[in-house]
């Protein structure tokens, strides 16, 4: 009996009767439900922007007048120094208390974990209260040998202001988060990378920098940047000092002028657009520490908005041919 063997697999062909292999056209898969939720999204989107823009008790004109107005923009600068100084101190303290928290000594792991537990049960406002009134407490602050004699002294009420109270309240708060966030990144790594490293010769502040640090700032990096977005916006909790950051100046300024709803829109579109720009920044250092990491990287939302758009234009055009 005589036949013919087969080695390979069977090959793949589009056939349809009548009509040749190469002619057959592959139609995208259809999904109808998304382009319903589509239509419904895009609707709703549509009346709300009728609603802001038909509706005059918006006061648009208003808001364009105070927009860029030189009170607003200094106290914009102000809610960004605050920002920038509080985080600072947040992730130079927060690093410092996560090493102390996984150390080996007992004293400094006991003093990290204080610091944090303190620190993050205390509400921000109670903490702000505290530095602006530590002259209560302390009328002269003294730097010199500990439990001895003081070489410098100086008023408590003329070293501590309200702005300096801001930034020691904002950064030693955030400090208790940002400790956790890094400890939390370098927990992550697997402790057989370190002990291969070190198999391998490969010194220790090399190990920390070229082996560890990147995987960690992996982690890290997206809720720390979370965290620095919800300092800007807790940044407006100074009020209670006086301080005439973007929140005060637009309480200050509709008070003044009775211009409640515009004045507090032109806040809600600076916060908008300073957190609009830290998003963007911590997306391009997500994706650079990111690398190797999937095969693909997420696009911003309206870029990614835009070449769907594309696309789904392009199909169109193809089916109608």
Known sequence: MSGTTR?????RTALVAGAPAAAVKVLPARHPW??????????????AVNALVT??????????????????????WLTVKL????????????????????????????????????FRSVPLILQLLFWFNLAI?????????PFGP??????????????????LGLGLHQAAYFAEIVRSGFLAIDPGQREAAAALGIPQGRQFWRIQLPQALRIIVPTTGNEII??????????VMALPELFYQVQVVYSRTGRVIPLLLVAAVWY????????????????????GSSRSHDELPLVKVLRTLRTARARRLEVTR
């Open 272 to 291: 908008f657009v300073l957190t609009t720009v830290l998003s963007t920044g911590q997306w391009f250092v997500e994706r650079y520490y990111g690398r």
């Open 55 to 76: 509706n005059p008790a918006w006061e648009w004109p208003t808001v364009a007048e105070f927009l860029f107005s030189a009170t607003i923009l200094k106290s914009m």
């Open 7 to 11: 080695t390979g697999p069977a090959p």
């Open 83 to 118: 920002t920038i100084v509080g985080t600072a101190i947040g992730l130079i303290l927060g690093t410092v208390l996560a090493l102390m928290r996984m150390a080996h000594n007992p004293l400094l792991k006991a003093v990290s974990f204080s610091y944090i537990s303190v």
């Open 34 to 47: 998304r382009w319903v939720a589509t239509a419904v999204v895009a609707v709703l989107a549509a009346m």
């Open 137 to 145: 407490l302390y009328e002269r602050i003294g730097f010199g040998v």
């Open 230 to 239: 919800g300092l800007l916006k807790g940044t407006s909790v100074v009020y």
């Open 150 to 167: 003081q070489f410098w002294s100086f008023g408590t009420q003329d070293l501590i202001g309200p702005l300096t109270a801001a930034f």
